[in-house]
């Protein structure tokens, strides 16, 4: 059995507190003891300085947007312009430099304090939706992406059938289909199989949105989730059109289309749930459903400003995700739910900053299927990040509002050592697989299929 024991300068516990000299004993993978008020780091312990708080969950992340970041800034357009250049990079990929591409982001990911990545996973097909030999390649790279990085994967399948409501797949969206839902199924069922009882790897399922899936076939998705009993991402009301393609369709929001159809529910996330009407927060909270707010993404592409307190308030815990890379900085992505709903409502202190740690950990974790994880307690996953308190944007910290200053202004810039499932992955802000810049440059430069410019060998 490995051992190794950390002694946190601080470190942010049950219930929510911010406690000096903490001392966690790890075994394995897993959190064995922790220890408050001990004074001084006892020899063999490893020092973590400044704020150490349990491993950050991004809720909702589709790796190969990375290589978009930058490029899509140049021109005006909405979501529907900027899907176009996605479908260009998605076109570049094969199993082979998607693993090179996610093993680089997802290290960016543990640069920045993330512990487990929800992978919204639909990139199937080669070229014409031309299955690979193993119909699964893509998703096993992910999946090795994930672990050469020091992240838990979990590996959101995702049922993609149409091009929107009543349009048939075209061009490269024909990657991401496998014609209807038993078949999605059928090969959904062997990447569980596969993974089946690996602890770092949760297979779980989407529906890709209401315009991607017809309503009579979203059962057999909801039916997988509950048979296997995996997570089921969705996403959904990101855009008005969707609503209004939904209503002209089933006369129902797509809120309400995912509730008569069985998708809603405690092991399910709505992500972006940006255009909601009062009965939709009603739905999604009565339903216990997660709510994933991405919100650096949904201000990149002029989405809106979800009511992310009125379903808190509801019964929808909240959860946080980079989802198409625009920066990846899940402290970003925190406080920007608060800051937000200070634009939207023109009022401040929507949200505490312990319900916002408890948003990018605990409930990240859970929404992702790993609910004994983002908690320092005993028997948790070993996740600890540390972040600097006398950096330029951490320092003068007054002791009674650590995390108030870590939440409202540290960066993932700040964070100093990643412990990740046991295993320590950064230290002193370096990752164990080198130069990640370097790596994201090659493999972001082989994304878009343009000649690299400096930076060394990925």
Excluded at 7 to 20: F, H, M, N, Q, R
Excluded at 303 to 321: C, K, V, W
């Amino acid at each position: 059995m490995h051992e190794l024991n950390y002694w946190c300068e601080l470190a942010w516990l049950p219930p929510g507190e911010v406690v000096a000299g903490v001392l966690v004993k790890v075994e394995d993978s897993m959190i064995a003891e922790v220890v408050p008020g001990v004074a001084n780091p006892p020899g063999g312990t490893v020092r973590l300085a400044g704020l150490t708080i349990p491993g950050l969950a991004n809720a909702h992340s589709h790796a190969f947007h990375r290589a978009l970041r930058g490029v899509t800034q140049r021109e005006k357009g909405s979501f529907w312009t900027w899907r176009e250049q996605m479908y260009g990079v998605a076109g570049t990929l094969d199993p082979d430099s998607y693993l090179r591409l996610a093993r680089a982001v997802f290290a960016e990911m543990a640069l920045a304090g993330i512990t487990c990545v929800g992978e919204f996973h639909y990139l199937h097909h080669a070229a014409g939706g031309v299955p690979y030999d193993d119909p699964n390649a893509m998703g096993h790279a992910l999946v090795q992406a994930a672990r050469e990085a020091g992240l838990r994967i979990a590996l959101l399948d995702t049922c993609y059938l149409t091009g929107g409501i009543g349009t048939p797949l075209s061009g490269v969206q024909l990657r991401f289909g496998d014609g209807d839902a038993d078949r999605w199924a059928a090969r959904a069922a062997g990447l569980y199989s596969h993974y089946r009882g690996e602890r770092d790897v949760e297979i779980g399922v989407a529906v890709h949105s209401v315009r991607a899936v017809p309503a009579e076939q979203m059962r057999v998705v909801g039916e997988f989730s509950r048979h296997h009993a995996v997570p089921l991402h969705v996403h959904v009301s990101e855009q008005r059109a969707e609503n209004t393609a939904a209503v002209e369709m089933y006369a129902a929001s797509p809120v309400q289309v995912l509730a008569e159809h069985d998708v809603l529910g405690p092991r399910s996330t709505a992500v972006h749930a940006t255009h909601l009407s009062d009965v939709d927060v009603a739905l999604l909270g009565a339903s216990r459903t997660h709510v994933c707010m991405c919100p650096t993404t949904e201000r990149d592409l002029a989405d809106g400003i979800g009511p992310a307190r009125a379903l808190f308030e509801a019964g929808s815990p909240i959860t946080l995700g980079s989802d198409s890379q625009a920066v990846i900085d899940l402290f970003e992505e925190a406080r920007a739910v608060e800051l937000d709903e200070r634009l939207a409502t023109e009022r401040r202190g929507h949200w505490s900053a312990a319900e916002l740690l408890d948003a990018a950990t605990t409930a990240g974790h859970a929404s992702l299927g790993f609910p004994d994880a983002g908690m320092l307690v005993p028997g948790a996953w070993a996740d600890l990040v540390s972040v600097r308190l006398d950096s330029v944007r951490t320092a003068g910290t007054s002791p009674a509002h650590v995390a108030e200053n870590v939440v409202f202004a540290a960066t993932a810039a700040d964070v100093h050592s990643v412990v990740s499932s046991g295993r320590q992955v950064v230290t002193d802000g370096r990752h164990v697989l080198g130069d990640v810049g370097a790596m994201l440059a090659g493999a972001i430069a082989e994304a878009r299929g343009e000649k690299r410019h400096g930076g060394g060998e990925a």
